[in-house]
């Protein structure tokens, strides 16, 4: 087990490298870069990396290496291979350099950085996310309540309180079933007294998370699917603890904690998740089912 002290040094590690690595981001937003393709999932946003996707990895693990040999760390990141070393050591780094590469080259919101210290048990015990464009960094010890700038994070007052907000992935708008998924949302929505449903799309799932924040009535849900993909570990990692520490709903599909170390794999798409800013909210998405 790690110490508290411990613990709040690796914290304070991962903010000052997340935030590093987001000055870089933001500094390359309007400027030139090598563009590639990668193997991701079913989406384009899954399958598009840059050089500057690389660059943010390298400033993060040289501000993180020293905490990974003091401490016998292990260490997932998106741009590098798997090495396993997640499932043989009692906590692991796990690393989305730049979350939301697609909307990072479309120059609009939506990207952000993303580091969570994760348990081999898949619970993830410190949280950083720094949002480039806004020059804003949450981060959370498990707890020890979630900070915003260094500062105790509150959720704030809405001023759309008859209003129901869903955040979700590009790719269900051409599933087969979105209609119905809208209309049967939406006659749960009337059924609430809520005066309009919106839909909010082209962010990445760390920014679509931390969206819901921003709402009285929100959620955000990915459907589990066959198809591999449908998310990574290091997409939900540091937000599941955000949620979990701010007393929200957050959980697979199935209503069960999201595991953040499966053995077989990285990816997310047999669990899906359900973030929500109520337990009414998280209980509608848990009885849909397409």
């Known amino acids: 087990m790690l110490t508290k002290n411990t613990l709040i040094t690796l914290c304070e590690s991962a903010i000052k490298a997340s935030t590093a690595a987001g000055k870089l981001i933001q500094s390359q937003v309007d400027q030139s870069y090598q563009q590639h393709e990668k193997e991701g999932g079913y989406s384009l946003a899954s399958q598009v990396v840059t050089e500057v996707d690389f660059k943010a990895q390298e400033i993060i693990l040289k501000h993180l290496k020293p905490g990974i040999a003091q401490y016998h760390l292990g260490l997932l990141t998106e741009e590098a291979a798997d090495d396993q070393s997640r499932l043989h050591t009692d906590y692991f780094w796990c690393i989305d350099p730049l979350d939301g590469t697609l909307p990072f080259t479309e120059q609009r919101a939506g990207y952000s950085v993303s580091i969570a210290l994760i ?19 949450y981060s959370v010890i498990k707890g020890e309540g979630v ?16 209003v129901f907000h869903i955040y979700m992935d590009r790719s269900l708008q051409s ?28 962010f990445g799932a760390v920014r679509n998370a931390l969206g819901v924040l921003s709402h009285k009535h929100a959620c955000y849900y990915k459907f589990p699917r066959k198809e591999k993909g449908g998310g990574s570990i290091w997409d939900f990692a540091a937000t599941r603890l955000i949620f979990e520490e701010l007393g929200l709903p957050v959980s697979t599909m199935k209503g069960e904690r999201i595991h953040l170390n499966m053995p077989e794999t990285t990816f997310m798409h047999q669990q899906g998740v359900v973030y929500a800013t109520s337990e009414g909210i998280a209980e509608m998405v848990l009885r849909l089912d397409f």
Do not use: M
């Open 147 to 162: 900070a915003g700038n260094g500062q105790p994070f509150k959720l704030g007052n809405s001023s759309d309180d008859n």
């Open 119 to 137: 348990s081999q048990s898949g619970d993830p015990v410190i949280g950083v996310v720094y949002i480039p464009d806004e020059d804003f960094c």
């Open 175 to 202: 599933a087969g079933y979105f209609e119905a998924l809208k209309d049967r949302t939406k006659q749960w929505a009337d059924a609430q007294n809520y005066k309009d449903v919106v839909y909010h799309v082209g």
